[in-house]
């Protein structure tokens, strides 16, 4: 499957071709696993700019497009509120979506989508953007194809993170999964003793890590526990 | 005036009602307001602790990734939250319950053989028996509490039932969050949750290096905040993370002028 790229909103950093590849890949694993027909990323940076990142196909690049060009939609909710949204069916009445989105809905059961589902890629105080997937046929996610959509949010959350706050580093394809909270409470201590930003700190932990063969868990509770300390950064 | 050991029995079981009945209304006082669901949370595993005969208890709710996460506990203390997140590595009475969705009872952490790592682990951390109870939604399990003593008495089986009712008020707290637009899916409100715990683990850890590492005073300083300029904990979490509010001015709200 071939990731389209749509030309739409200002991009700071174009991702890479690895990371597109990447990308692309990622998502069609998930087309799998989820059972959905397509999906979009958009990215809100922390200058409040927006991108299109990727869309698997050109309906998933509408639906994202639409979104940016009428101001409504999950993905422009998830954004606003950090909330996940989960739309088993645009025609349901009881969604309440009517109200909500009155020219979105419209314009995407012209082409043919009944489902929708906006997850947030964020850590915390971190919000990076969403992944909007879509379905053609009414349907909720199960318990399954819902930890499978979070497995692949995470692993994009990681590289759009890493890309975007240091490009130079380049694209690193392998990256140790990690879920803990002792690394949320480790990167509030590590952005105080470096003097830098909470996506900072929590970058520099994951690359302590990976530089010194050890887990980002286990570097987080050296930090928790003040066995380790990062020295505040001279510019 | 003596009074006969039975009507003394009587009327300690009736201030017992008392302060349940109190506590179960003060609860339910807080669902109604625009809550903080880690503020509930914490303060549902506090009232474990003052109510039955625990010296910790804490929640852990589903990340939906097929792991459970750490949600709430009664204190801010580390070694508590390396205890769940040990089991979320490798199991342990919260997990079980989870997954079988019935009541796990550990009554002696030293023998325990299912969870050999966690058992030496709460052992060390002074613990001697555990109680878990499910969370549940209908037919779904969405996390568990988790009750710990210091003595090897099992719960008795009244406080297992007050221990059941407050895991119900916990996850009704979860699907009652102030959801934007309308009734929000379950998945949706557990992963607001859990992105709410982060952003305040978040704030904590930065609070609390300004403060010199303690966690406990990092969170009281930020509950205090909250309560004080009448916000959300998570909105001061939030503002704390992104620098919108210096720490400074956190921590002098809590000095008396």
């Known amino acids: ?235 | 005036m003596n009074e006969h050991p039975a009507q003394q029995r009587s009327s300690a079981q009736e201030q017992r009602n008392i302060d349940l009945a109190e506590r179960f209304v003060l609860l339910a006082d807080t669902l109604v307001d625009d809550y903080d669901i880690v503020d509930l949370l914490d303060r549902l595993a506090s009232t474990c602790v003052e109510l039955l005969d625990v010296s910790e208890a804490g929640l852990m709710i589903s990340d939906q990734r097929g792991t459970l996460q750490y949600m709430a506990s009664s204190s801010e203390a580390t070694r508590l939250l390396e205890l769940f997140q040990l089991q979320s590595e490798e199991g342990g009475p919260c997990v079980e319950a989870f997954r079988s969705g019935r009541a796990i009872t550990v009554e002696d952490v030293t023998a325990e053989s299912r969870w050999p790592r966690f058992g030496r682990a709460a052992a060390e951390a002074g613990f001697r028996s555990i109680y878990a109870v499910p969370m549940r939604w209908h037919d779904e399990v969405i996390g568990g509490l988790n009750l710990f003593t210091v003595h090897g008495r099992p719960l008795r089986h009244p406080d297992q039932r007050i221990a059941r009712a407050l895991a119900d008020v916990a996850t009704i707290g979860i699907l009652q969050q102030r959801s934007a637009h309308r009734t929000s899916l379950l998945a949706e409100q557990l992963q607001t949750a859990l992105n709410t715990r982060i952003v305040i683990e978040q704030a904590k850890g930065v609070v609390a290096e300004h403060g010199q590492g303690d966690l406990q005073f990092a969170f009281e300083a930020l509950r205090s905040y909250a309560r004080s300029t009448h916000q959300r904990l998570s909105d001061v979490a939030r503002s704390v993370v992104t620098r919108t509010l210096p720490v400074e001015e956190l921590l002098a709200a809590r000095k008396p002028t």
């Open chain 1, 1 to 235: 499957m071939d990731g389209t790229q749509i030309d739409e909103g200002v991009s700071p950093e174009p991702p890479n071709a690895e990371f597109r590849r990447w990308l692309s890949h990622c998502i069609g694993s998930l087309t799998a696993a989820a059972a959905i027909d397509g999906a979009g990323i958009s990215l809100c940076s922390m200058t409040g700019q927006r991108e299109v990142l990727f869309a698997s196909d050109d309906l998933a690049g509408r639906i994202e497009q639409l979104q940016f060009t009428l101001g409504e939609g999950p993905c422009v909710d998830s954004t606003r509120t950090g909330g996940t949204v989960l739309v088993p069916d645009i025609e349901d009445p009881r969604g309440g979506l009517a109200g909500r989105w009155p020219v979105f809905l419209q314009e995407v059961s012209k082409v043919g989508v009944r489902a929708l589902f906006a997850l947030p890629i964020q850590f915390g105080a971190i919000h990076l953007g969403a992944v909007d997937l879509y379905r053609l046929a009414p349907g909720p996610l199960s318990g399954k194809e819902l930890g499978a959509a979070w497995t692949t949010v995470d692993a994009v959350a990681l590289k759009v993170l890493q890309l975007w706050s240091s490009p130079s580093e380049g694209f690193q394809a392998e990256d140790p999964g990690w879920s803990t909270m002792t690394v949320h409470r480790a990167a509030g201590m590590a952005m105080v003793q470096i003097g830098t930003t909470i996506e900072e700190a929590l970058l520099r932990l994951r690359a302590t890590a990976y530089a010194e063969g050890k887990t980002i868990n286990q570097v987080a509770n050296e930090v928790v526990t003040g066995r380790r300390r990062f020295v505040e950064e001279k510019t």
